[in-house]
């Protein structure tokens, strides 16, 4: 049996989702004052491993891939990494993810990413990417 979180997750993630892309096809945080600015980026001048997230993204749903790997190469990396992680927690129904749910949370896994996300984090502002 299904708990009502997880029922409410089947449906709320994706139009969740749909809004997103919705918000972020309408405003280009590029031009808009509307975005949110890099706190980090305003204290320290240096880049956070997720400045030019709200720009891929406004690229990534005009089909700008090209763009948007430009604006923050490891946002789009990260993509199939949290989808992943979304369908092996929320859908994981009959037990049919549980080998992906094993390897997405697996300890492994989980320090690999942390290493590329600080990694990515010091190779961005030490190349100026």
Not at 85 to 101: C, E, T
Request: aromatic residues 18%.
């Amino acid at each position: 049996m299904m708990r009502r979180v997880d029922r409410v997750m089947t449906w709320a993630f994706p139009v969740a989702v749909i809004l997103l892309g919705m918000f972020y096809y309408s405003v280009n945080p590029g031009t808009d004052t509307f975005a949110i600015r890099c706190v980090w980026h305003d204290l320290t001048g240096t880049q956070c491993p997720a400045c030019g997230l709200q720009r891929a993204l406004h690229a990534l749903v005009h089909g700008n891939l090209r763009t948007a790997i430009g604006y923050n190469y490891f946002f789009i990396l990260s993509i199939p990494y949290a989808l992943l992680v979304v369908l092996a927690s929320w859908y994981n129904y009959g037990h049919v993810f549980d080998r992906l749910k094993r390897f997405v949370f697996c300890g492994r896994t989980l320090k690999a990413y942390v290493c590329l996300y600080f990694g990515w984090w010091i190779v961005r502002n030490l190349l100026k990417v």
